[in-house]
Structures are given as C-alpha cells and as structure tokens.
C-alpha cells in the first residue's frame, strides 16, 4: 500500500514538473525553435515580458540565444549563463539551426517562390540562421536581412566543418572587434593579404586567429577562404582604397548603388553608413512648378551631390536610386535595412494650393527614433539665407513610418512657389542646401 502511494505521488511530481517546464515558440512546422536571433541593432532585455519591467542589459543585431518562452509579444531568452530575460518579440526571428551559402550571389527573395521580388544576393561560404522552410525554399536571416532562397543551395552547418580553413583579409584595413557586432569595441585592425584561421561562424562575421596574435571577431565581408569565393558584400574597411559597386535587384528591378568607403584618414563619419533617397523618380514626376521644373529632377541632383559632400567626411553612402527610375517605397525602407543603416535621409522638393507658401520644413516620425537626427538641421537649415527654416515637425509618411532605422524626410523648397522654385534649381542653391545638409548629419553623430 505504502509503495502505491509513494508512485502515485512520483507520478505527480513528474506530470507537475512537465507541466512547468518551459517550451520553445512552434513554427509552422509543429517543431520547436531552438534559437531566437536578434533583428534590431540594439534591443533591451527585460526583467519581465513588457516595457514597465527594468532593464537588464542589451543585445545586437545578429546575435543568437537559446528560446526558453514565448508570451504576449515577447520572447524569453537565455542571455547569459543561466540568466534569463525578456525581449520584445517584433525584433527578433526565431531559428532552428545555421547553413552555409554554396552559391556565389545566390539570390535573396522576399517570397518563396522564383517570381519573388529580389532584395538581396548572399555568398559562397557565409553564414545564415534557418527561419523556416516552405517546400524548396527556406526563410534565412543573413547579416539582418531576412528573405527566401532556394533550399538547393544550402548545407546545413554542422555538415560543414570550418577547423583549420584559412581566411585572407582583402580589404586595406580590416577592423577587429570583441564581438559580432558593430557597436563592439575594437581591438585591433588587420591589413590587406594577412592570412587569419577562422575558429567560428556567425551570420556576417568570422571568428579569427591571426599570426601575430589578435584574436576576435571581423566582417565576413571582405575575408575570402581559402579554395573558396570572396565575399561580395560591402566590407566594414572605413579605409578601402576600391571604388567598388554592390548591387543588389529592387522589386523594380532597378539597382541599389552602395559606394564603397573613401581613401583618407578616419574622419567624423568613418563607419557611418547613410542612405539617401531621392524622392520620386522613373513614373512618378513628383511635384512641377509652373515653369516645368521637375521634383524627381531636383531630388536626385541633391542626392549625388550630398553623397559627395558626406563621403568626404568618410561616410559610405547607398542610393536608393542613382538615375531616373521608379523605386517602389517598400524597396526604399527595405533598403535602409539590408544596410543596416545610421540614417536614412528622404530628399523632396514640396507643392502647395497656397501659392505663397514658402521654405524648408524637416519631417520625423518616431519621438524616440528620430527626432534627435531631426533636431541637427535646425541650425545648419535656419542659417540658409536662401529660404526660410519652417522648423521640424512630425511627418506621417510611408518611408518614416515603415521605417527601423534613425530617419528624417526634407522638404527642401515649394516648387509651387515661383520664387522658391527659381531658388532651388540654381547651382548655388544646391551645394549650400547640400553643404548645410552635410554639416547636420556631421554634428548629429559627434
């Protein structure tokens, strides 16, 4: 009797513990996701599943921790050693496991399926966290950017071993940081043909081991393995001597430009990463005043002159359109994405019934986000004796609102405006609006 007692209660404290254990988010697939990987650059793990509960430390972009519980929008992850904490599930993806790229510039989708708009090419040998899969094709993370590719060319990693491959470094100066992420500290650089042992893998960076003794963690980007393909995405090199081009399909089929760092010493903007989107362009004219200026026009002539401006300060510099081609929106927020992006600035020329409306206004979305980067141009603006400053206000627009990284929308002049419109198509007008522009986004990120 005394032995049936003592089972049934095992049994209860076994059905009790089982019940108390905590499980993993299920997929589609019914399977249990092991990993919750991080899609935002910086995000606070909580002390509890909501925004009221104190901050315990903060984790990066690309960064993985094992998943314990899924709860009301947040996720529960493991960030330490048994210590657990809460993030906000809206910036995290969660993974089953890493696979290796087999195929030089495979391309990145936004759907499953070869009709899929193209956002994005990865390369042999990086590494990319497994979301989910669909048939032939598996949702991947790859450096921040998540999208569709064809299962076929991907072997999972642990099929795959990394020990003793070597890595030649080919970008003139190679930053080496404590950890897999951009916003680690730096302990040291290495320099073109250095030939480093790559200990580990995560998605866009290489564990390395030099020769002369540095060890950390280092852009995948512009480390090619030996026997294999170079990578062929932008390096984190803030001294590259190439002028080269990334390119990457928009839904338009229209190319993304990135330029690759400038020659020279670090300067203020060294690391910096701005994307600048000209306004309208291909199909969509935009606002035109009544001499026939065009808003496209004027957008995409501030634009290359403003990458001139803010390279010079050593910033690397993407467009979301280099000629007079239609971009849709999405492709524009998507593409301050894929680049992980400081700042993106959307440059427009403004219309009005009032014919006498007149000037420059700065436009944000987010209070927390992006007001800040709005507030640096409102002394280089106001200083413009060309047009009035009408100030920063909040601006409810699509590539704002959709939009992750710090953003800001510039209404550069009224084209509706006879006086204004004369104004912003002058030469002077255009490298003062330009050099002023420059100047806020310089002060904004001493």
């Known amino acids: 009797m005394r032995r049936g007692i003592w089972l049934a209660l095992l049994f209860c404290l076994l059905w009790l513990a089982a019940a108390a254990w905590p499980v993993g988010a299920k997929g589609e697939s019914g399977k249990t996701a092991q990993l919750a990987v991080v899609t935002a650059d910086q995000v606070n793990v909580r002390q509890g599943p909501g925004v009221p509960y104190r901050p315990l430390a903060n984790v990066h972009r690309g960064?993985?921790?094992?998943?314990?519980?899924?709860?009301?929008?947040?996720v529960n992850i493991e960030w330490k050693p048994?210590?657990?904490?809460?993030?906000?599930?809206?910036?995290?993806?969660?993974?089953?496991?890493?696979?290796?790229?087999?195929?030089?510039?495979?391309?990145?989708?936004?759907?499953?399926?070869?009709?899929?708009?193209?956002?994005?090419?990865?390369?042999?040998?990086?590494?990319?966290?497994i979301i989910k899969e669909d048939g032939e094709w598996t949702e991947v993370i790859a450096d921040g950017a998540i999208g569709w590719v064809s299962s076929a060319y991907l072997t999972a990693a642990r099929e795959s071993s990394i020990s003793h491959q070597t890595g030649i470094v080919n970008a003139s100066s190679?930053?080496?940081?404590?950890?897999?992420?951009?916003?680690?500290?730096?302990?040291?650089?290495?320099?073109?043909?250095e030939e480093v042992e790559i200990v580990e893998k995560k998605p866009g960076w290489y564990k390395i081991a030099s020769q002369t003794g540095l060890d950390g963690w280092v852009s995948s980007a512009y480390v090619q393995v030996k026997g294999g393909q170079a990578n062929e995405k932008e390096a984190e090199a803030p001294q590259s001597a190439d002028r080269s081009l990334l390119s990457a399909?928009?839904?338009?089929?229209?190319?993304?430009?990135?330029?690759?760092?400038?020659?020279?010493?670090?300067?203020?903007?060294?690391?910096?990463?701005?994307?600048?989107?000209?306004?309208?362009?291909?199909?969509?004219?935009g606002a035109q005043s009544v001499d026939g200026i065009k808003e496209k026009e004027l957008t995409l002539e501030t634009a290359k002159l403003l990458k001139n401006k803010l390279q010079s300060y050593g910033a690397r510099v993407v467009l979301t359109r280099s000629s007079d081609e239609y971009v849709p929106l999405s492709a524009r927020v998507a593409m301050a994405r894929l680049y992980q992006a400081d700042a993106f600035i959307s440059l427009h020329y403004d219309s009005a019934d009032d014919q006498q409306a007149s000037g420059i206004t700065v436009y944000y979305y987010d209070r927390f986000a992006d007001y800040g980067l709005a507030q640096s141009f409102e002394d280089p603006l106001s200083r413009l004796a060309a047009l009035p400053f009408r100030g920063v206000a909040f601006g409810d627009y699509y590539v704002l609102r959709e939009n992750d990284r710090p953003s800001v929308l510039l209404e550069l002049g009224y084209v509706s405006n006879r006086t204004d419109a004369a104004t912003v198509a002058t030469d002077g007008y255009q490298e003062a609006?330009?050099?002023?522009?420059?100047?806020?986004?310089r002060h904004y990120f001493e």
């Open 433 to 441: 609006v330009t050099a002023a522009i420059a100047d806020a986004v």
């Open 63 to 74: 960064e993985a921790y094992r998943l314990i519980e899924v709860k009301d929008g947040w």
């Open 249 to 285: 399909i928009a839904p338009s089929d229209s190319r993304l430009y990135v330029d690759s760092w400038t020659r020279g010493p670090v300067q203020a903007l060294a690391g910096k990463t701005i994307v600048l989107d000209a306004g309208h362009g291909g199909k969509d004219g």
């Open 82 to 129: 048994n210590r657990t904490g809460w993030i906000a599930a809206r910036y995290v993806a969660l993974a089953k496991e890493t696979a290796i790229v087999q195929e030089n510039r495979l391309r990145l989708r936004q759907e499953p399926s070869r009709d899929g708009r193209i956002i994005g090419h990865l390369a042999r040998g990086e590494t990319v966290w």
């Open 174 to 193: 190679l930053n080496v940081r404590a950890e897999p992420s951009l916003k680690a500290a730096r302990v040291g650089r290495l320099v073109r043909g």
